[in-house]
C-alpha cells in the first residue's frame, strides 16, 4: 500500500491533519477569518478540510487549496459538492512552492505542510509571496516541549521549544495575534484516532494482501509514538499578521 492510501486510512476519524480538537479548529478560524468574506488559499491542503469547515460556516468566503495529490483533491471537490459549496472552491494539482496566482490572499493557511517547503521560515516566505496587504496567515508546527532524544530529533525533525519557535516567527517580521498550544488530550487523540484508524483496517480486511504490512505499520508507528516522541513533542497552531 502505497503511503498516501495508508495516510488517508489513518485519517478516517481524524480528518483534520493536526492534533486539534473541533473547538480549536474553530476557533483558529475565527481569529483567521475575522470578516467571513475573505479570499483563502490553503498550501497543502490535502483533502481540503479547513477550507470546507470554512465555507460551509461562511457563505461570502472564497477558497483556493492547492496539493500534489489528486486523490486527495478528488475527495475535496466531492465534499465540496456534497456539502453544496464547490462553486466557491477552486482546486491545483501542483506543488504548493509552485503555485501562482494572479490575485493575492487575505489569508493563506499552512498547516501539516511545513515540510513540503523545507521548514518554518520558508514556509512563511511561501505565504508572504501570496498575501495581501493587511492580510494573516494560519499555521501549524510542531515544537519540543522539553529536550528531546536523538532517535526522536531523527524522526520528526530538529523542531526548537516553543519560545525560540516564536521568537523565530517574530524576528521574520510576524506578530502572533493569536495562537493555540494542542493539549495534551488533543494530541493523545490524535495519535490513538491514526494507528487505531490504520489497525482497525487491517482486522477488517484480513484476506486484503496488504493487511498485514498495514498492521505491523500501525503497531511501529503506536510504540514509536509512546517510547520515542509522545512525552517531548507538542504542536502550536499560529494566527499572524
Not at 40 to 50: F, I, N, Q, S
Not at 77 to 98: C, F, P
Amino acid at each position: 500500500m502505497n503511503r498516501e492510501e495508508m495516510s488517508r486510512i489513518a485519517h478516517t476519524e481524524h480528518p483534520i491533519k493536526s492534533p486539534l480538537a473541533d473547538d480549536s479548529v474553530g476557533r483558529l478560524l475565527e481569529r483567521g477569518l475575522p470578516r467571513g468574506d475573505e479570499r483563502v488559499l490553503d498550501l497543502g491542503c490535502g483533502g481540503g478540510e479547513w477550507l470546507l469547515r470554512a465555507l460551509v460556516t461562511r457563505p461570502h468566503l472564497r477558497a483556493e487549496g492547492v496539493d500534489i495529490s489528486a486523490d486527495a483533491l478528488d475527495r475535496a471537490a466531492a465534499a465540496a459538492s456534497d456539502l453544496g459549496v464547490r462553486e466557491r472552491l477552486v482546486l491545483h494539482h501542483q506543488k504548493a512552492e509552485d503555485f501562482v496566482s494572479a490575485e493575492p490572499f487575505d489569508v493563506v493557511l499552512s498547516f501539516g505542510a511545513t515540510h513540503a517547503f523545507g521548514g518554518l521560515l520558508p514556509t512563511l516566505a511561501a505565504a508572504r509571496r501570496h498575501l495581501a496587504p493587511g492580510g494573516r496567515v494560519l499555521l501549524g508546527e510542531g515544537f519540543w516541549d522539553r529536550p528531546a532524544s536523538p532517535e526522536a530529533i531523527e524522526m520528526l525533525g530538529n523542531f526548537t521549544d516553543l519560545a525560540t519557535t516564536v521568537d523565530r516567527v517574530v524576528a521574520d517580521g510576524w506578530t502572533p495575534v493569536h495562537g493555540h498550544v494542542s493539549t495534551r488530550r488533543e494530541l493523545d487523540d490524535y495519535e490513538w484516532a491514526c494507528w487505531g484508524s490504520l489497525a482497525a483496517w487491517a482486522l477488517d480486511h484480513p484476506a486484503d494482501p496488504d493487511g498485514s504490512h498495514v498492521f505491523e505499520t500501525a503497531a511501529v508507528r503506536r510504540e514509536e509514538w509512546l517510547r520515542v516522541y509522545r512525552d517531548s513533542w507538542g504542536f502550536v497552531s499560529l494566527v499572524l499578521r
